[in-house]
């Protein structure tokens, strides 16, 4: 098990300007429409936002690649110098150097089996005030279409009252993801183009799956939208185009099979395991 070091605000600030200077090494291209549906900017108080009761906020993010963690958490800093925690799986957690980094970063860990203590610290961070990031799709979709999304989004932000806030990532995926690892010549001046949608407020009483298919639905219709403005031309069978727009991405149909084969195979690693 690695070691977890409590959290530390100076600790995440020193990764963030890491991020800040690789964005400026590979010269990445990170352009953003909808800033307006970011939170409002706070009087500077300190080196980095301080959370407040009652101004937290959970943002929906797509996952395509895996930099869109970055790439948002930069776009937040530059607005408003605030830090993202973001909902981690227990095996990132578990990694001998990511785990130190992810408990001190104030992260919040999601279990293998049991996820009730991970809800339940999100939502005590989300009413203190705190920013927190789901991936709702709960993994990369390599169709690179916005693939079926967990509740959990939506059901913590109707209990802590706060908003969620959906962010449609498009282009870091070509920087890295799965099955392709990173390039130089694919990340250098890569461009990247996010949509910040209007925030979402639900009520206690919410339809959590409806309302969790409408935000699948506001995910895919930012995506589209950064695509149709996307500087590059890809060429017929582009690896990182979904194949509905002629991409050799797998196609939604087959993306939801090899889904199933993961699955299905994580099942009974975990099945070995506790015999």
Known sequence: MPWRPPSNDTFYRVIVRTGQFLRWALRLDIQATGLENLPAKEPATGPSR??????????????????????????????????????????????????????ASGHVVVGYADRSDAYDAAVAKLRAGEYLAVFP?????????????????????????????????????????????FSLRRSWRAPVRLEVGAPIV???????????????????????????????QPEHGAWWMPAHLGGGAPSDAERQRLDAADAAAGRRRGSRQTK
């Open 50 to 103: 301080r959370a407040s009761p009652g101004k937290g906020a959970v943002f929906a993010i797509t996952h395509f690649g895996y930099v869109d963690f970055a790439v948002v958490e930069l776009l937040l800093w530059r607005h408003t110098r605030a830090q993202l925690r973001f909902l981690v799986h227990q095996g990132a957690a578990d990694h001998w150097l990511a785990g130190p980094a992810i408990s």
């Open 137 to 181: 799709e709960a993994g990369v979709s390599r169709s690179f279409t916005v693939r079926e999304c967990r509740t959990g989004a939506v059901r913590m932000a109707a209990e802590a009252g706060v908003p969620v806030i959906p962010v449609s990532v498009w282009g870091a995926h070509r920087v890295m993801t799965r099955g392709h690892g």
């Open 202 to 232: 639900f009520p206690d009483d919410v339809d959590v799956e409806e309302a969790t298919e409408a935000l699948r639905g506001t995910l895919q219709a930012g995506i589209d939208r950064c695509i149709a403005g996307f500087p590059l």
